[in-house]
Protein backbone atom coordinates (compact mmCIF):
# COMPACT_ATOMS: atom_id res chain seq x y z
CA UNK A 1 0.00 0.00 0.00
CA UNK A 2 2.97 2.30 1.09
CA UNK A 3 4.90 1.68 -2.60
CA UNK A 4 1.55 2.46 -4.37
CA UNK A 5 1.28 5.44 -2.42
CA UNK A 6 4.64 6.35 -3.23
CA UNK A 7 4.46 6.11 -6.79
CA UNK A 8 1.54 7.86 -7.03
CA UNK A 9 2.85 10.58 -5.20
CA UNK A 10 5.91 10.45 -7.82
CA UNK A 11 3.69 10.18 -11.03
CA UNK A 12 1.96 13.63 -9.78
CA UNK A 13 5.39 15.04 -9.38
CA UNK A 14 6.38 13.91 -12.35
CA UNK A 15 3.54 15.35 -14.76
CA UNK A 16 2.90 18.29 -12.75
CA UNK A 17 6.49 19.49 -12.32
CA UNK A 18 8.56 17.68 -14.86
CA UNK A 19 7.77 20.29 -17.26
CA UNK A 20 9.23 23.15 -15.57
CA UNK A 21 12.46 21.70 -14.31
CA UNK A 22 13.32 20.81 -18.29
CA UNK A 23 12.48 24.21 -19.45
CA UNK A 24 14.39 26.19 -16.97
CA UNK A 25 17.16 25.54 -18.78
CA UNK A 26 15.57 26.66 -22.21
CA UNK A 27 14.49 29.88 -20.55
CA UNK A 28 18.16 30.57 -19.16
CA UNK A 29 19.77 29.74 -22.84
CA UNK A 30 16.57 32.12 -24.08
CA UNK A 31 17.31 35.23 -22.58
CA UNK A 32 20.86 34.47 -22.05
CA UNK A 33 21.59 34.85 -25.76
CA UNK A 34 19.06 37.90 -25.78
CA UNK A 35 21.25 39.87 -22.99
CA UNK A 36 24.95 39.03 -24.09
CA UNK A 37 24.20 41.57 -26.67
CA UNK A 38 24.19 44.53 -24.23
CA UNK A 39 26.55 43.48 -22.00
CA UNK A 40 29.62 42.84 -24.71
CA UNK A 41 28.46 46.06 -26.74
CA UNK A 42 31.57 48.04 -26.20
CA UNK A 43 33.61 44.67 -27.81
CA UNK A 44 31.56 44.23 -30.78
CA UNK A 45 31.30 47.83 -31.55
CA UNK A 46 35.19 47.56 -31.57
CA UNK A 47 35.25 44.89 -34.00
CA UNK A 48 32.33 45.14 -36.30
CA UNK A 49 31.97 48.57 -38.89
CA UNK A 50 29.26 51.01 -39.66
CA UNK A 51 27.82 51.04 -36.39
CA UNK A 52 28.38 55.03 -35.09
CA UNK A 53 25.84 56.11 -33.22
CA UNK A 54 23.56 55.11 -30.54
CA UNK A 55 20.48 55.50 -32.47
CA UNK A 56 21.74 52.86 -35.11
CA UNK A 57 22.66 50.31 -32.43
CA UNK A 58 19.24 50.92 -31.09
CA UNK A 59 18.13 49.59 -34.61
CA UNK A 60 19.99 46.78 -33.97
CA UNK A 61 18.35 45.80 -30.33
CA UNK A 62 15.21 46.81 -32.55
CA UNK A 63 15.68 44.00 -34.76
CA UNK A 64 14.54 41.72 -32.72
CA UNK A 65 12.04 43.13 -30.62
CA UNK A 66 10.06 43.71 -33.72
CA UNK A 67 10.45 40.43 -35.60
CA UNK A 68 9.67 38.71 -32.30
CA UNK A 69 6.54 40.79 -31.69
CA UNK A 70 5.29 40.57 -35.02
CA UNK A 71 6.01 36.74 -35.41
CA UNK A 72 4.49 36.18 -31.72
CA UNK A 73 0.58 35.44 -32.40
CA UNK A 74 1.77 33.44 -35.12
CA UNK A 75 3.89 31.11 -32.98
CA UNK A 76 1.26 31.07 -30.26
CA UNK A 77 -1.37 29.75 -32.45
CA UNK A 78 0.87 27.14 -33.70
CA UNK A 79 1.59 26.18 -30.29
CA UNK A 80 -2.18 26.61 -29.60
CA UNK A 81 -3.17 24.48 -32.50
CA UNK A 82 -0.19 21.50 -32.60
CA UNK A 83 1.71 19.97 -29.89
CA UNK A 84 3.16 22.80 -27.44
CA UNK A 85 6.65 19.96 -26.83
CA UNK A 86 7.33 20.09 -30.56
CA UNK A 87 6.96 23.68 -31.05
CA UNK A 88 9.09 24.38 -27.96
CA UNK A 89 12.42 21.91 -29.16
CA UNK A 90 11.95 23.54 -32.91
CA UNK A 91 12.17 26.95 -31.29
CA UNK A 92 15.26 26.24 -29.30
CA UNK A 93 17.00 24.25 -32.09
CA UNK A 94 16.79 27.46 -34.71
CA UNK A 95 16.99 30.20 -32.28
CA UNK A 96 20.70 28.12 -30.92
CA UNK A 97 21.17 28.00 -34.48
CA UNK A 98 21.29 31.59 -34.79
CA UNK A 99 23.17 32.08 -31.98
CA UNK A 100 25.59 30.10 -33.21
CA UNK A 101 26.09 31.90 -36.33
CA UNK A 102 26.05 35.52 -34.70
CA UNK A 103 29.54 35.03 -34.01
CA UNK A 104 30.32 35.13 -37.63
CA UNK A 105 28.39 38.51 -37.64
CA UNK A 106 31.39 41.18 -39.35
CA UNK A 107 29.13 44.25 -40.51
CA UNK A 108 25.88 46.04 -38.70
CA UNK A 109 24.12 44.49 -41.80
CA UNK A 110 24.57 41.08 -40.59
CA UNK A 111 23.84 41.70 -36.91
CA UNK A 112 20.60 43.00 -38.23
CA UNK A 113 19.83 40.00 -39.93
CA UNK A 114 20.72 37.27 -37.08
CA UNK A 115 19.09 39.62 -34.62
CA UNK A 116 15.65 39.47 -36.88
CA UNK A 117 16.07 35.83 -37.26
CA UNK A 118 16.66 34.78 -33.69
CA UNK A 119 13.37 36.71 -33.27
CA UNK A 120 11.33 34.57 -35.37
CA UNK A 121 12.93 31.42 -34.01
CA UNK A 122 12.53 32.42 -30.47
CA UNK A 123 8.74 34.04 -31.18
CA UNK A 124 7.18 30.25 -30.38
CA UNK A 125 9.05 29.34 -27.53
CA UNK A 126 7.37 31.77 -24.45
CA UNK A 127 4.04 31.24 -25.62
CA UNK A 128 3.90 27.73 -25.69
CA UNK A 129 6.05 27.01 -22.49
CA UNK A 130 4.15 29.17 -20.43
CA UNK A 131 1.06 27.51 -21.87
CA UNK A 132 2.41 24.30 -21.02
CA UNK A 133 3.24 24.89 -17.46
CA UNK A 134 -0.01 26.22 -17.18
CA UNK A 135 -1.62 23.37 -18.81
CA UNK A 136 -0.07 20.89 -16.42
CA UNK A 137 -0.64 23.00 -12.82
CA UNK A 138 -4.21 23.72 -11.80
CA UNK A 139 -4.58 26.93 -9.80
CA UNK A 140 -3.84 26.68 -7.00
CA UNK A 141 0.14 25.86 -8.05
CA UNK A 142 0.44 27.36 -11.47
CA UNK A 143 2.23 31.13 -9.85
CA UNK A 144 4.71 29.16 -8.05
CA UNK A 145 5.11 26.94 -11.68
CA UNK A 146 5.47 29.86 -13.74
CA UNK A 147 7.51 31.94 -10.95
CA UNK A 148 10.24 28.45 -11.25
CA UNK A 149 10.42 28.87 -14.87
CA UNK A 150 10.54 33.01 -14.68
CA UNK A 151 13.90 31.70 -12.47
CA UNK A 152 15.62 30.31 -15.42
CA UNK A 153 14.84 33.47 -17.06
CA UNK A 154 16.70 35.87 -14.79
CA UNK A 155 19.77 33.22 -14.15
CA UNK A 156 20.04 33.48 -18.27
CA UNK A 157 20.31 37.13 -17.65
CA UNK A 158 22.56 37.26 -15.01
CA UNK A 159 24.70 34.58 -16.95
CA UNK A 160 24.39 37.06 -19.73
CA UNK A 161 25.44 39.69 -17.76
CA UNK A 162 29.09 38.33 -17.12
CA UNK A 163 29.40 37.62 -20.54
CA UNK A 164 31.25 41.21 -20.89
CA UNK A 165 33.96 39.49 -18.58
CA UNK A 166 34.41 36.95 -21.28
CA UNK A 167 34.22 39.71 -24.24
CA UNK A 168 36.85 41.31 -22.49
CA UNK A 169 39.46 37.99 -22.46
CA UNK A 170 41.43 38.10 -25.36
CA UNK A 171 41.64 34.01 -24.94
CA UNK A 172 37.60 33.97 -25.51
CA UNK A 173 35.90 36.90 -26.71
CA UNK A 174 32.63 37.95 -27.91
CA UNK A 175 32.61 35.53 -30.83
CA UNK A 176 33.19 32.36 -28.67
CA UNK A 177 30.14 33.45 -26.12
CA UNK A 178 27.81 33.50 -29.18
CA UNK A 179 29.21 29.90 -30.93
CA UNK A 180 29.27 28.31 -27.54
CA UNK A 181 26.09 29.41 -26.28
CA UNK A 182 24.40 28.38 -29.59
CA UNK A 183 26.12 24.75 -29.35
CA UNK A 184 25.10 24.29 -25.72
CA UNK A 185 21.58 24.69 -27.36
CA UNK A 186 21.44 22.79 -30.36
CA UNK A 187 22.57 19.52 -28.05
CA UNK A 188 19.84 20.20 -25.59
CA UNK A 189 17.43 19.87 -27.61
CA UNK A 190 17.58 16.49 -28.31
CA UNK A 191 17.09 15.44 -24.75
CA UNK A 192 14.37 17.86 -24.28
CA UNK A 193 12.36 16.73 -27.19
CA UNK A 194 12.55 13.05 -26.05
CA UNK A 195 11.51 13.51 -21.97
CA UNK A 196 9.23 16.85 -22.16
CA UNK A 197 5.20 15.41 -22.48
CA UNK A 198 2.16 18.15 -23.36
CA UNK A 199 -0.51 17.62 -21.21
CA UNK A 200 -3.28 14.93 -21.46
CA UNK A 201 -6.53 16.95 -22.48
CA UNK A 202 -3.58 18.54 -25.42
CA UNK A 203 -2.81 15.61 -26.62
CA UNK A 204 -6.70 14.54 -27.06
CA UNK A 205 -7.23 17.57 -28.73
CA UNK A 206 -4.27 17.04 -31.01
CA UNK A 207 -5.73 13.93 -31.95
CA UNK A 208 -8.95 15.00 -32.62
CA UNK A 209 -8.54 17.97 -36.33
CA UNK A 210 -12.27 18.86 -35.05
CA UNK A 211 -12.24 19.41 -31.40
CA UNK A 212 -12.38 22.92 -29.97
CA UNK A 213 -9.55 24.42 -31.37
CA UNK A 214 -10.16 27.80 -32.80
CA UNK A 215 -9.62 29.27 -36.80
CA UNK A 216 -6.80 31.67 -36.58
CA UNK A 217 -9.66 34.10 -37.22
CA UNK A 218 -12.08 32.72 -34.73
CA UNK A 219 -9.20 32.50 -31.72
CA UNK A 220 -8.47 36.95 -32.60
CA UNK A 221 -12.41 37.30 -32.55
CA UNK A 222 -12.51 35.46 -29.42
CA UNK A 223 -9.05 37.39 -27.89
CA UNK A 224 -10.25 40.73 -28.78
CA UNK A 225 -13.86 40.92 -27.99
CA UNK A 226 -12.82 39.87 -23.87
CA UNK A 227 -12.71 42.88 -22.55
CA UNK A 228 -10.41 41.77 -19.50
CA UNK A 229 -8.05 40.57 -22.01
CA UNK A 230 -7.31 44.01 -23.66
CA UNK A 231 -7.04 45.43 -20.22
CA UNK A 232 -4.39 42.39 -19.60
CA UNK A 233 -2.29 43.76 -22.71
CA UNK A 234 -2.47 47.28 -21.74
CA UNK A 235 -0.77 46.14 -18.49
CA UNK A 236 1.31 43.93 -19.93
CA UNK A 237 3.33 46.49 -22.20
CA UNK A 238 3.21 49.24 -20.32
CA UNK A 239 5.83 48.07 -17.07
CA UNK A 240 7.56 46.57 -20.39
CA UNK A 241 8.94 49.92 -21.77
CA UNK A 242 11.06 50.66 -19.20
CA UNK A 243 12.01 47.15 -18.24
CA UNK A 244 13.33 46.68 -22.25
CA UNK A 245 15.38 50.25 -21.54
CA UNK A 246 16.82 48.91 -18.55
CA UNK A 247 17.71 45.87 -19.68
CA UNK A 248 19.41 46.68 -22.99
CA UNK A 249 20.35 50.18 -21.79
CA UNK A 250 21.33 49.61 -18.31
CA UNK A 251 25.05 48.26 -18.93
CA UNK A 252 25.82 51.78 -21.25
CA UNK A 253 23.97 53.74 -18.20
CA UNK A 254 25.76 52.28 -14.98
CA UNK A 255 29.14 52.99 -17.44
CA UNK A 256 28.20 56.27 -18.43
CA UNK A 257 27.54 57.39 -14.82
CA UNK A 258 29.73 55.70 -12.41
CA UNK A 259 33.15 54.92 -14.62
CA UNK A 260 32.52 51.11 -14.61
CA UNK A 261 34.41 48.70 -17.26
CA UNK A 262 32.41 46.74 -19.06
CA UNK A 263 32.14 43.40 -17.14
CA UNK A 264 31.58 45.48 -14.37
CA UNK A 265 28.58 47.55 -15.60
CA UNK A 266 26.87 44.44 -17.33
CA UNK A 267 27.68 42.03 -13.71
CA UNK A 268 26.07 44.69 -11.56
CA UNK A 269 23.05 45.12 -13.20
CA UNK A 270 22.11 41.95 -13.69
CA UNK A 271 22.87 40.53 -10.60
CA UNK A 272 21.05 44.02 -9.02
CA UNK A 273 17.79 43.10 -11.09
CA UNK A 274 17.66 39.53 -11.98
CA UNK A 275 18.80 37.90 -8.24
CA UNK A 276 15.59 40.65 -6.88
CA UNK A 277 13.50 39.33 -9.77
CA UNK A 278 13.94 35.97 -9.31
CA UNK A 279 12.97 36.95 -5.27
CA UNK A 280 9.91 38.85 -6.44
CA UNK A 281 8.69 35.94 -8.53
CA UNK A 282 9.21 32.75 -6.48
CA UNK A 283 7.63 34.98 -3.73
CA UNK A 284 5.17 36.66 -5.75
CA UNK A 285 4.45 33.41 -7.22
CA UNK A 286 3.84 31.67 -3.46
CA UNK A 287 1.87 34.61 -2.49
CA UNK A 288 -0.86 35.24 -5.57
CA UNK A 289 -1.26 31.21 -5.10
CA UNK A 290 -2.99 31.49 -2.02
CA UNK A 291 -4.64 34.78 -2.20
CA UNK A 292 -6.28 33.64 -5.27
CA UNK A 293 -7.55 30.77 -3.78
CA UNK A 294 -9.66 33.65 -1.02
CA UNK A 295 -10.64 36.27 -3.80
CA UNK A 296 -10.02 35.62 -7.99
CA UNK A 297 -8.58 39.36 -7.63
CA UNK A 298 -5.76 38.07 -5.73
CA UNK A 299 -3.68 37.72 -8.75
CA UNK A 300 -3.59 41.03 -10.43
CA UNK A 301 -3.46 42.64 -6.34
CA UNK A 302 0.47 41.19 -6.83
CA UNK A 303 1.08 42.38 -10.13
CA UNK A 304 -0.27 45.90 -9.14
CA UNK A 305 1.99 45.70 -6.44
CA UNK A 306 5.05 44.92 -8.32
CA UNK A 307 4.24 48.13 -10.43
CA UNK A 308 4.12 50.03 -7.81
CA UNK A 309 7.30 49.40 -6.70
CA UNK A 310 8.52 50.69 -10.50
CA UNK A 311 7.96 54.45 -8.92
CA UNK A 312 10.68 54.62 -6.53
CA UNK A 313 12.82 52.60 -8.61
CA UNK A 314 12.70 55.04 -12.03
CA UNK A 315 13.09 57.94 -9.37
CA UNK A 316 16.44 56.18 -7.92
CA UNK A 317 17.54 55.44 -11.30
CA UNK A 318 16.75 58.74 -12.89
CA UNK A 319 18.80 61.02 -10.27
CA UNK A 320 20.89 58.58 -8.74
CA UNK A 321 24.19 60.58 -8.24
CA UNK A 322 26.19 57.48 -6.48
CA UNK A 323 26.52 53.33 -7.99
CA UNK A 324 24.82 52.64 -4.58
CA UNK A 325 22.03 54.84 -4.94
CA UNK A 326 21.51 53.13 -8.34
CA UNK A 327 21.95 49.34 -7.63
CA UNK A 328 19.43 49.84 -4.67
CA UNK A 329 16.97 51.08 -7.52
CA UNK A 330 17.52 48.34 -9.17
CA UNK A 331 17.17 45.79 -7.13
CA UNK A 332 13.81 47.59 -6.12
CA UNK A 333 12.73 47.48 -9.60
CA UNK A 334 13.96 43.90 -9.85
CA UNK A 335 11.38 43.14 -7.05
CA UNK A 336 8.96 44.63 -8.79
CA UNK A 337 9.52 42.96 -11.84
CA UNK A 338 9.06 39.03 -10.31
CA UNK A 339 5.74 39.96 -8.68
CA UNK A 340 4.68 41.28 -12.33
CA UNK A 341 6.14 38.62 -14.10
CA UNK A 342 4.99 35.49 -12.89
CA UNK A 343 1.46 36.22 -12.70
CA UNK A 344 0.56 37.43 -16.32
CA UNK A 345 0.38 33.71 -17.52
CA UNK A 346 -2.03 33.07 -14.97
CA UNK A 347 -4.17 35.80 -15.04
CA UNK A 348 -4.32 35.06 -18.77
CA UNK A 349 -5.38 31.29 -17.33
CA UNK A 350 -8.11 33.16 -15.30
CA UNK A 351 -9.52 34.87 -18.32
CA UNK A 352 -9.34 32.60 -21.72
CA UNK A 353 -9.86 28.93 -22.43
CA UNK A 354 -7.09 26.62 -22.61
CA UNK A 355 -7.38 26.22 -26.11
CA UNK A 356 -6.40 29.91 -26.77
CA UNK A 357 -3.73 30.73 -24.20
CA UNK A 358 -0.62 30.57 -26.18
CA UNK A 359 -2.28 32.67 -28.77
CA UNK A 360 -2.93 35.22 -26.50
CA UNK A 361 0.22 35.26 -24.90
CA UNK A 362 1.51 35.90 -28.23
CA UNK A 363 -0.71 38.92 -28.87
CA UNK A 364 0.56 40.46 -25.82
CA UNK A 365 4.04 39.53 -26.65
CA UNK A 366 3.13 41.39 -30.22
CA UNK A 367 1.88 44.58 -28.34
CA UNK A 368 4.56 44.64 -25.56
CA UNK A 369 7.85 44.22 -27.31
CA UNK A 370 6.73 46.02 -30.20
CA UNK A 371 6.62 48.41 -28.05
CA UNK A 372 9.87 47.95 -26.18
CA UNK A 373 11.19 48.04 -29.80
CA UNK A 374 10.54 51.47 -30.17
CA UNK A 375 11.55 52.10 -26.45
CA UNK A 376 15.01 51.11 -27.35
CA UNK A 377 14.98 52.88 -30.56
CA UNK A 378 13.79 56.15 -28.54
CA UNK A 379 15.75 55.84 -26.02
CA UNK A 380 18.80 56.54 -28.04
CA UNK A 381 17.36 59.42 -29.93
CA UNK A 382 16.56 60.93 -26.82
CA UNK A 383 20.09 60.53 -25.75
CA UNK A 384 21.41 61.84 -28.93
CA UNK A 385 19.40 64.81 -28.53
CA UNK A 386 21.01 65.16 -25.21
CA UNK A 387 17.38 64.27 -22.66
CA UNK A 388 18.07 63.67 -19.65
CA UNK A 389 17.86 60.18 -17.83
CA UNK A 390 16.08 62.35 -15.11
CA UNK A 391 13.54 63.45 -17.69
CA UNK A 392 13.16 59.75 -19.21
CA UNK A 393 12.59 57.82 -15.99
CA UNK A 394 9.73 60.13 -15.05
CA UNK A 395 8.14 59.14 -17.71
CA UNK A 396 8.83 55.65 -17.18
CA UNK A 397 7.41 56.25 -13.46
CA UNK A 398 3.76 57.93 -15.18
CA UNK A 399 3.84 54.87 -17.15
CA UNK A 400 4.09 52.50 -14.31
CA UNK A 401 1.49 54.16 -11.79
CA UNK A 402 -1.25 54.08 -14.99
CA UNK A 403 -0.36 50.19 -15.29
CA UNK A 404 -1.07 49.62 -11.90
CA UNK A 405 -4.57 51.43 -12.21
CA UNK A 406 -5.23 49.70 -15.16
CA UNK A 407 -4.69 46.24 -13.42
CA UNK A 408 -6.59 46.82 -10.52
CA UNK A 409 -9.60 46.62 -12.86
CA UNK A 410 -9.28 44.00 -14.16
CA UNK A 411 -11.89 41.56 -12.56
CA UNK A 412 -11.66 37.74 -13.21
CA UNK A 413 -14.90 35.84 -13.13
CA UNK A 414 -15.84 33.69 -10.20
CA UNK A 415 -16.09 31.19 -12.96
CA UNK A 416 -12.08 31.83 -13.96
CA UNK A 417 -11.14 29.02 -11.83
CA UNK A 418 -12.87 26.09 -14.56
CA UNK A 419 -10.25 27.36 -16.94
CA UNK A 420 -8.02 25.88 -14.44
CA UNK A 421 -9.89 22.77 -14.29
CA UNK A 422 -9.78 21.85 -17.77
CA UNK A 423 -6.06 21.79 -17.63
Request: some cysteine; charged content about 10%.
Amino acid sequence: MRNATSLAKSSALSGLWLPVWLLIPVALLNYLDRQMLATMRESMLRDIPGINTQEQWGQVLAAFKWTYALLSPFGGYIADRFSRRWVIGLSLLGWSAVTWATAGASSMNDLLWTRAVMGLTEACYIPAALALIADHHPLVSRGRAIGLHQAGIYLGQILGGFAGYAADEPALGWRWAFSTCGMVGVVYALPLLALLRDAPHQDASAAAPNSSKASPAAAMRELFSNAQFLLLVACFTLPAIAGWVIRDWGPKILRDGFALSQGQAGATLVLSVQLASLVGALGGGLLADRWVQRNPRGRTRVSALGMLLFLPAMAGLGGAGHVGIAVAALIVFGLGWGLFDCNNMPILAQLTRPEVRATGYGLMNLVSISAGGLADWGYGLLRDRAVSNAAIFSGFAAIAALSALLMLRIRPPQGGQNHASRS
